[in-house]
């Protein structure tokens, strides 16, 4: 008889939502007491566009907290993206109010009637296989470095900010190579790519696409038999990275310049 192993004690949650949210401070006044009596730790960023972050903790903590959050406007289909993890990945809990929930530095963007198509997991595959398919990472280049998806175009952005400036310098050059103008987008769960889109389309290219739920939903629902991933998907909490059953790497991340230990760019080494 085959012996199963135990369930990892700690539920993690990766969640965001645009919406808009007109009194974000007096969301975070109520929020923040709700997260602490739920024994729920992590980091949950507010704006007035909506709310994004992840949170770790026990099943019922994680669901008074998903309950709570999901009575706010626009939240009652919160996207969520559940893992596990063997310890707490994060070490309190932090409720922060910010300018934007991913920042792009778009100031007239519509990242909530502006966005692209969403594609589900089990579709994803044959939208990226179609050649008139520009595939597009829109994640940071050190996550890039861990894994991504095969014939991906890496933009090689240190941050999200730059990914305007990169795809306005690049543009032509995407259309121009004699395929129809059908870009596919994708991040980590959703977020970066739903925002990315909206901006794509701002600039007058209709046939966008991003994959919902990212990568995350990507690698739980895609058998790894007909996986089209390559790599490790980097997480940004203490877990560092996951496999296909987004079990954890259990790779170290640089103290010092923020980058997951082995990759190369990381200005450390191996030091930690």
């Not at 109520?30 to 949950?44: D, M, N, T």
């Not at 701002?202 to 046939?207: F, L, P, V």
Request: aromatic share 8%.
């Amino acid at each position: 008889m085959t012996e199963t192993s135990p369930t990892p004690p700690i539920l993690v949650a990766a969640l965001y939502q645009f919406t808009t949210i007109v009194d974000v401070a007096a969301v975070k006044t109520a929020l923040l007491p709700v997260c602490e009596a739920a024994g729920v730790q992590g980091s949950l960023l507010l704006a007035h566009e909506g709310i994004n972050g992840t949170v770790a903790g026990s099943d019922d903590g994680i669901a008074a907290v998903l309950a709570h959050l999901r009575t706010l406007p626009g939240c009652a289909a919160l996207e969520v993206k559940f893992s596990r993890a063997d310890t707490m990945p994060f070490g309190r809990m932090k409720v922060r109010l910010k300018r934007e929930i991913v920042t792009m530095g778009q100031p007239d963007l519509d990242p909530i009637g502006g966005v692209g198509a969403y594609v589900e997991p089990a579709d994803w595959n044959a939208l990226i296989d179609d050649p008139d398919t520009i595939l597009i990472d829109t994640r940071n280049d050190y996550e890039v470095a861990l894994g991504t998806f095969a014939g991906a175009i890496d933009p090689g952005t240190r941050s999200f900010r730059d990914f305007p400036a990169w795809f306005r310098e690049w543009r032509e050059a995407l259309l121009t190579e004699g395929r129809a103008p059908r870009i596919a987008m994708f991040c980590t769960g959703g977020i970066r790519c739903e925002k990315a889109t909206a901006f794509v389309r701002a600039e007058g290219i209709e046939d966008v696409f991003h994959l919902k739920g990212g990568i995350l939903n990507y690698l739980e629902q895609v058998p790894e038999a007909e996986t089209r991933w390559e790599g490790e998907c980097f997480v940004f909490d203490e877990r560092v990275s996951v496999m296909h059953d987004l079990s954890p790497t259990h790779r170290a991340m640089c103290k010092a310049c923020q980058r997951p230990v082995g990759v190369d760019g990381c200005a450390c080494g191996d030091a930690v």
